[in-house]
């Protein structure tokens, strides 16, 4: 079945970097792009991007440009996202979500998420 | 920029249906999704394209629309639909999703 793994939570300290990956399974990993979702806490969601699996092309939501990185490794079928410059609103929980293989575009599976803790 | 608009909060009693909108200038032509989330958990997709239900997602799910503005409709409500609910659309392009500010449903 699809299944959609992120790493583990991350404590950081404000000026430093992390990288969150999420770990894909159960499908072709070229043929559905991935997205990144922040959930601030107590807060609702945020869309960030999606990088094509594909060609590698990232999109980022205008909020989400300068210090956020998209990768992939198609080799381990595994999406990445960086954050340099870490600030403590940064603090949130990052879910990857696939997206469907074709237009209309949606989420239609979700990573777990990962807690990402940005405190000195 | 554009927004999607959800009411904040909806109380229900069991048994009883909820309704959940979302507005946006763009949904005349755009689609809307719906997404569920509960504490500590993922969003998942319950209703695609306005009103179709993915397999899985009980009957008591249904999504409409009318211009600018989407219907989640959650018939019957149970205390396990008790969670945060979503609409998600995309621009103009299709190259950029939004979400709705989220609805809390309580049942009461």
Redesign the interface.
């Given at each position: 079945q699809v299944r959609l793994v992120q790493s583990g939570s991350e404590l950081k300290k404000p000026g430093a970097s992390v990288k969150i990956s999420c770990k894909t399974s159960g499908y072709t990993f070229s043929q559905y792009s991935i997205n990144w979702v922040r959930q601030a806490p107590g807060q609702g969601l945020e869309w960030m991007g999606w990088m094509s699996t594909t060609n590698g092309d990232p999109t980022f939501a205008r909020n989400f440009t300068g210090r956020f990185i998209f990768s992939l490794d198609t080799s381990v079928t595994t999406a990445y996202l960086q954050i340099n410059s870490l600030k403590p609103e940064d603090t949130a929980v990052y879910f990857c979500a696939r997206y469907t293989d074709s237009s209309p575009y949606y989420f239609d599976h979700w990573g777990q998420g990962t807690l990402v803790t940005v405190s000195s | 920029?554009y927004e999607l608009t959800q009411p904040p909060a909806v109380s229900v009693s069991p048994g009883q249906t909820a309704g959940i909108t979302c507005f946006g200038d763009l949904l005349s032509k755009?689609?809307v999704?719906w997404?569920q989330?509960k504490p500590g958990?993922?969003?998942?997709?319950i209703i695609?394209?306005d009103s179709e239900r993915?397999s899985g997602i009980p009957e008591r799910f249904s999504g409409s629309s009318s211009g600018t503005t989407v219907t989640l409709t959650i018939n019957a409500v149970q205390a396990d639909d008790e969670a945060?609910y979503?609409c998600?659309s995309?621009d103009i392009t299709?190259?950029?999703?939004?979400?709705?500010?989220?609805t809390k449903l309580t049942v009461l």
């Open positions: - | 920029s755009q689609f999704y997404y989330q958990q993922a969003p998942v997709l695609y394209k993915p945060d979503y998600q995309g299709s190259t950029h999703q939004m979400f709705g500010g989220g």
